[in-house]
């Protein structure tokens, strides 16, 4: 299909998109977006189960873990079936997945802490604590190493969550702004598969968990003698249906989880 616009240009690095070809890329995932959780609406209401677990996932709120003890799960509420809802790691998203917790999707598992808790007014089960730890490209010169220091990323850059979005983060950011300025903080809005690609091509490392270390397979993920850790398990609604709270029953059984592994 033609539309009269020049999308694409060829230079000697490759080829890349022109701005009408950037902003009808944009738009056109907004749509696709909308298409996705337009279809997903349609299902959901057709399956009329109230049996049905509706998982969230995105790259950076992987279900993994989920997939592991489901079988569990059902031996303790056969009833239960799952249903797995994808949606993108972009604002938009993030904030309509958040805004629709607990009417088109149940849940989802990923990082979570007091106060993203109560930004979104939603509650979470910890199945653990996960440390802070940096990915780096393959070819950067701390990816030979086996654990890191702090005077390890002098003169590095490194790319950390943009204040205010975990405790976590920002209590790093804190001590790296007072404690190691030789350390270069990089700001970024979320953690998805563009945000590797930026620190690939400005030779930055990155602060991750354990569970994002597959978002890019060109990537090194790296203990730190540190003391940074966050909770990491399930976000759903505080009103919780009946099957979430079957699904969270089993699951605290499985995990043998206590009432500190709560947090709203």
Known sequence: MEIGVTLF???HQGVSLTNAGKALYSDAKKMIEYSNLAIARAKSASYNDNNIIR???SLNTPCDVLINIWPKI???YPELKLSIISFENTTQSVNKMFENLGTEIDMYIGLFDSNVLA???CKGLRLSEEPLKIAVPYDHRLAQQEILSFQDLYGEKLMLVQRGRFLSYDRLRD????A???IEIVDCETIKISVFNECENIHSAIVIIEPWKNIHPLFKTIPVNWEYSTPFGIVCSKKLSLHVEKFLHATKQIFKLGSSDYFE
């Open 9 to 11: 240009q060829r230079t």
């Open 180 to 182: 190691h300025p030789k």
């Open 175 to 178: 001590e790296i702004e007072k």
């Open 119 to 121: 930004q979104r007014k």
């Open 74 to 76: 059902r031996s303790i």
């Open 55 to 57: 998982m969230g996932k």
